[in-house]
């Protein structure tokens, strides 16, 4: 395997399926599965999930809620995918635990970064739920720093496009993709991955990131094993 150890970011929406809200059980399985292909080549994976398909701290505060408690209530909705997801992970056989940075001793366990790495060490799938802990937070700068953490290889971003392009592919048919790009060429050019902390920060520790269809199946293992999927933002 060309990764030993990742991190993979999922986003809140990717959980809603064909839904307009919520979670969509079937999709839920379907990466439990596409998971597991990489657990069983002994893979050790880590996952954030975001909380959009639940509740946007962001969207709260536009219609005038107080900005930390929309970022509060976003962090509690990450959770409640970990715990989704940690269901289906362990329908699918695999032993996985749910790191929260928000302490919920009856469901989850609190975040340590010792604890952590020994879980991903002993093979098991760790989730991490509340972001950072911290509002002014997004899931992305969540996803990055957790990497860095547990020192990942590299993190691996799931979205429903199959890499970045230099514009929208579903509004714009000519719209070309990179197969390679720096993080100094993503900045240049302007192009959206992910907030700018989170960028800057997976910038200055040189962990590189891969954009790629999580839906597609087979794409998880094939980044693993060292196919070139998606796009590879490096330094």
Known sequence: MKYNRI?????????MGERQYGIDPNRLSDY???????????V???IVIGGGNIFRGLAG??????R????????????INGLALQSALEEAQIQTRLLTAIEMKQIAEPFIKRRAVRHLEKGRVVIFGGGTGNPYFTTDTAAVLRAIEINADVILKGT????IYNADPEKDKSATKFKNISFKEVLNKGLKIMDMTAFTLSEENKLPIIVFDMNKDGNLLKIVSGESIGTLVNV
Not at 7 to 15: D, N, W
Not at 32 to 42: H, L, S, T, W
Request: charged letters at 25%.
């Open 7 to 15: 991190l993979l970011k999922l986003s809140g929406e990717a959980l």
């Open 32 to 42: 439990a599965q596409e998971i597991k292909k990489i657990v069983d080549q002994n």
């Open 61 to 66: 505060a536009s219609n005038g809620m107080d």
């Open 160 to 163: 429903r496009v199959d890499g």
């Open 44 to 46: 050790e994976v880590a």
């Open 68 to 79: 930390v408690q929309g970022d509060y209530m976003g962090m509690l909705a990450t959770i």
